[in-house]
């Protein structure tokens, strides 16, 4: 945010928002996960990520 120009309050306004952006994010990556473990939904496997053993 530095980087982008802000600084003072407009800085402290801008990682507050952000900040308040974390959780729902990470509750939603848990939720996702927890369905494509349960197979609810699409998932890459690991050959799809990492390619097939040589």
Do not use: C, H
């Not at 120009?5 to 509750?27: M, N, T």
């Amino acid at each position: 945010m530095i980087a982008k120009g802000y600084s003072g309050e407009d800085l402290l306004d801008r990682f507050r928002l952000a900040q308040k952006q974390i959780r729902p994010a990470v509750e939603r990556m848990l939720s996702d996960a927890e369905k494509a473990a349960l197979s609810e939904i699409e998932s890459a496997s690991y050959n799809d990520v990492f390619g097939a053993e040589e």
